[in-house]
């Protein structure tokens, strides 16, 4: 019997959304649980699409590589009988495309895009974005700082300041 | 010349200083030390309750409370206990909000000890209780748990040390260090000779919210405990709030009276900042418990596979944030293994006997820290045990 309001399902997703470094041994052990099940239940949710992939989260001004990222806002006509679906899949074919959202408010999609350059970003959007049918306007905000991704801090590790109480 | 010495309460100087004090002195001298050592949550309490406690800064709320606490905390307080272990309070005039679990045992003892009452302490346990009832002029008489009882109190145990002077039970479960829970059935035992008796239970739930098997079960919600219990609890270790300083007691009205009146001069109110916060952990906190339950469920686990793999003992404990592996095996005091561990390789564990005198032969494991921190010091206490085996 086990005292914990969240399913056994839940947290096998919660532990690997947080470590995806997490083995299929490790945590057949922390949900004491069967490890071939622990891999049966990481397939399916592979094969159903709920785990999309494994990342890992850089810090990328912390290396030397130029590394620029954006947000881009597109306004879009919606096609008859496909909606935003459409343009959507065809925008996410692009390698430089890390995200696309179909938004509420003011504009329609937004995508995330990296480049190497504030250049070669700018020239994605001009040459490949702003061109395609059915968009009708887009405006580019460079990413100047980030704080947290994936729910991840971007700063060094935190040390351990717990007083030595028992 | 002023002797400081023969000048300071008789009472106070008695009280042997933890025994643990060395130990982590030369842990602080150290650098690099991997250290299971903490008795306290590694999670930062969430940012909607650190917000709560914020905001009544931001609105002004700086000035004293009520005695006993908020209404509101006190309100809220009640309507938790009832919705997670189905206890029933009167937040009006049995809910004293403390400074912590720590004043809450105080004055608990402080308000039903007189002169040479006994107060039976079962052991291992947190290092408060009997220099905290010796100095309410209680005599302590400290009950040895054994690990083949799965460190729970027993009916036997308890009737062996059971005398006409006896006026207190502690009830430490679930149980800092062992993790030792005692489950309805065996709380059942003990309510079944404590009612033929005028003891009062203090039974100190910081840890109810930590319990990975069974719901943890009050012996207050008992037949005929409610009367003669104390109930403590806190925000502590359910919210990882230890720095707020947060506790409170759940006792009838003729205790709570008395509580209050030690509470009111030596403290007058728990700060309002902290009040506030909680006021935010009870209302909206439940899934946050949840959250880091599942953290803990899977650390013990994980601790305890490692343990078995490298060939130490450990009961399974079901609640709490600590395992209490059985060291004797390696042929040196608790104290030794703890301090050659230390010495040799950077990793800090802390000596069963700093929670009494019968932890010896065990050690005790905090799985309040990461995975990665945690399975390094596996690593490192494998080692260890590996190089003994050489010796």
């Known amino acids: 019997m086990e005292n914990n309001k969240f399913s056994y399902e839940k947290r096998l997703l919660h532990l690997l959304s947080e470590d995806s470094r997490l083995t299929a041994e490790k945590l057949a052990v922390m949900l004491d649980k069967d490890e071939g099940d622990i891999k049966a239940m990481i397939e399916k949710y592979e094969q159903d699409g709920v785990i999309i992939g494994y990342r890992t989260v850089i810090d990328w001004d912390k290396t030397d590589y130029e590394y620029v990222s954006a947000l881009i806002e597109l306004k879009i006509t919606p096609q008859r009988g496909y909606g935003f679906d459409s343009v959507a899949e065809r925008i996410c074919k692009y390698d430089e495309v890390k995200s696309v959202l179909l938004m509420s408010g003011g504009f329609d999609l937004a995508l995330f895009i990296e480049g190497k350059t504030m250049r070669e970003v700018a020239y994605f959007v001009a040459d490949k974005l702003a061109p395609l049918e059915y968009v009708t306007a887009t405006a580019t905000h460079f990413v100047l700082h980030r704080y947290k991704e994936d729910g991840m801090m971007y700063r060094p590790a935190q040390k351990d300041e717990r007083g030595n109480i028992i | ?391």
């Open chain 2, 1 to 391: 010349m002023l002797d400081l010495n023969k000048l300071v309460s008789e009472r106070t100087a008695s009280l042997k200083p933890s025994g643990i004090r060395k130990f982590f002195d030369i842990l602080d001298e150290m650098k690099d030390v991997i250290s299971l050592t903490v008795g306290q949550p590694d999670f930062v309490t969430p940012w909607h309750i650190r917000e709560a406690g914020i905001r009544s800064l931001e609105e002004g709320k700086t000035y004293y409370t009520s005695n006993a606490g908020l209404s509101e905390v006190r309100d809220e307080i009640a309507n938790y206990q009832k919705r997670r272990f189905g206890l029933e309070y009167n937040p009006k005039d049995e809910i004293v909000v403390t400074v912590g679990g720590s004043e809450a045992i105080d004055i608990a003892l402080r308000a039903i000890i007189n002169p040479d009452d006994e107060i039976i302490i079962p052991e291992p346990s947190f290092v408060c209780y009997a220099p905290l009832a010796e100095l309410a002029s209680g005599v302590a008489i400290r009950l040895p748990l054994r690990e083949e009882d799965d460190f729970k109190l027993t009916p036997e145990l308890l009737k062996s040390v059971i005398t006409p002077k006896t006026k207190v039970l502690i009830l430490p479960f679930p149980n800092n260090p062992t993790g030792a829970v005692m489950e309805k059935e065996d709380l059942e035992k003990i309510a079944e000779i404590i009612r033929e008796t005028n003891i009062i239970i203090i039974s100190d739930e910081i840890y109810a919210e930590l319990t990975y098997n069974t719901t943890h079960c009050s012996i207050s919600s008992l037949d005929g405990m409610r009367e003669r219990t104390i109930v403590v609890n806190g925000f502590s270790k359910a919210y990882a709030m230890t720095g707020w300083r947060l506790g409170y007691t759940l006792a009838p009205p003729i205790l709570t009276k008395q509580m209050v009146k030690i509470h009111q001069y030596c403290i007058m109110c728990a700060p309002i900042t902290s009040q506030y916060a909680a006021l935010c952990a009870l209302r909206d906190g439940d899934e946050d418990i949840e959250y880091m339950k599942m953290h803990y469920d899977s650390r013990r686990r994980l601790i305890l596979k490692g343990l078995k793999d490298i060939g130490i003992d450990c009961f399974v404990p079901g609640g709490a944030f600590y395992v209490f592996p059985n060291i004797s095996k390696f042929g040196m005091s608790s104290e030794q293994f703890c301090e050659r561990l230390l010495n040799e390789t950077h990793t800090a564990i802390v000596p069963g006997t700093a929670f009494g005198n019968c932890g010896e032969g065990f050690a005790r494991i905090s799985y309040a820290y990461s995975l990665d921190h945690i399975e390094k010091a596996l690593e490192n206490i494998s080692k260890f045990v590996k190089s003994l085996k050489h010796e």
